[in-house]
């Protein structure tokens, strides 16, 4: 970011301090004009992702192919969004819980964690909250605003989430079972097809052309998975004909 964007953010964020932990596991506080220009995809979560009977919630582990590593989530719907996250090529790194936001309150100082931050390719800062619009009481709403009103001091961008199109969810999870690298290791079936769809064609009609069905359909969403060929994954779930092509092939 410019000079001059820190200029204004330091001028404009008094209040705003940001409590997070570092790769190392050490906790560290200061003011967010400050602290903006950390790597906050890369730190650790602030806060406990729990696992207990009785919950209403589901929480585990999301291992991103984008970063090598693994993010936490506190229900299936922030399990898919570190899902899209993950699978969306402008993001090269993303965390969950990265951080507390402090605020000063009415009566006393406030804090909000957001439950994403992610790195986009040019170097933008993301914040993500995950919550449904039925499910925003007005103490969310005020911190989602006080947020939002945060991150525009810096240069961040921050969403607001719920759920994702239906279709889109199912079929990236599809293709999430394959983002492992080892799926891509077989060079030559994945080179192959590559050359077969470099204009669209049916998904299994490509797969016949190249090999056995059951090798060369793994190498296939991975491609699919890396964005090395693409599909419309937005109007159906993926289906034996299916248009894919090879990316800046013809449509």
Wanted: aromatic share 12%; charged share 25%.
């Amino acid at each position: 970011m410019s000079t001059s964007a820190v200029m204004v953010a330091d001028s404009d964020c008094a209040g705003y301090e940001l409590d997070y932990v570092d790769e190392t596991g050490q906790s560290c506080r200061g003011p967010l004009s400050v602290m903006w220009g950390l790597p906050f995809e890369r730190v650790e979560p602030v806060r406990s992702f729990r696992w207990s009977r009785g919950l209403r919630h589901w929480s585990g582990w999301w291992w991103s192919s984008t970063s090598d590593r693994h993010v936490g989530f506190e229900s299936w719907l922030e399990r898919d969004h570190a899902m899209l996250l993950d699978f969306d090529p402008e993001v090269t790194g993303f965390a969950s819980q990265p951080f507390w936001l402090h605020w000063p309150g009415e009566v006393r100082r406030r804090r909000h964690a957001p439950d994403f931050f992610a790195r986009l390719a040019d170097g933008t800062g993301v914040v993500i909250d995950v919550r449904p619009d039925e499910r925003i009481e007005p103490d969310d709403a005020d911190a989602f605003a006080v947020m939002s009103a945060a991150c525009a001091q810096v240069g961040w961008q921050f969403r607001r989430v719920g759920a994702p199109d239906p279709v889109l969810a199912a079929n990236v999870r599809w293709l999430s079972r394959y983002r492992h690298p080892r799926y891509g290791s077989r060079t030559a079936a994945a080179q192959r097809l590559l050359e077969v769809f470099e204009e669209p064609i049916g998904l299994l009609d490509g797969v016949a052309a190249v090999g056995d069905r059951l090798s060369v359909l793994p190498v296939l969403y991975h491609l699919l998975w890396r964005r090395e060929l693409v599909a419309d994954l937005v109007a159906e779930p993926l289906q034996s004909w299916t248009l894919v092509r090879q990316v800046g092939g013809g449509r």
